[in-house]
């Protein structure tokens, strides 16, 4: 069993920046597929990116974020990070983070909600025009 609780959250200008951190509690999460995601009000969840496990360390990302957020993680800390730049209002939203339900899956394209469990509370990101 692991608890996540998602932090960083803000109000930040469009075209600033923020990191997101997401830290775990009890088993360490080095050997699963990490994702983000994150909700607007009336809108669907809906997958930000996700990086694989330690061993692997790739990241994937949806086209609304591609080369605008990074997910990396620090496993000595048992922590994931999103770094957004360049943020637009419509990136505002509610953040979670999750662990992927299985063991050594991989990250290789935008991540979907239901193959992900242990979601955080979520941290709120708000962006101004």
């Known amino acids: 069993q692991v608890q996540l609780v998602e932090s960083g959250g803000g109000l930040v200008q469009a075209g600033g920046s923020l990191r997101l951190s997401c830290t775990a509690s009890?088993?360490?999460?080095?050997?699963?597929?990490m994702g983000w995601f994150r909700q607007a009000p009336g809108k669907e969840r809906e997958g930000v990116g996700c990086i694989s496990r330690s061993q692997i360390n790739t990241a994937h990302y949806s086209d609304s974020v591609k080369g605008r957020f990074t997910i990396s993680r620090d496993n000595a800390k048992k922590v994931v990070y999103l770094e957004m730049n360049k943020l637009k209002p419509d990136d505002t939203a509610m953040y979670y983070c999750?662990?992927?339900?299985?063991?050594?899956?991989?990250?290789?394209?935008?991540?979907?909600?239901?193959?992900?469990?242990?979601w955080g509370q979520g941290t709120q990101v708000t962006v101004s025009s």
């Open positions: 009890g088993s360490a999460p080095d050997d699963f597929v």
């Open positions: 999750a662990q992927q339900r299985w063991a050594y899956g991989d990250c290789q394209d935008t991540p979907q909600p239901d193959e992900y469990q242990f």
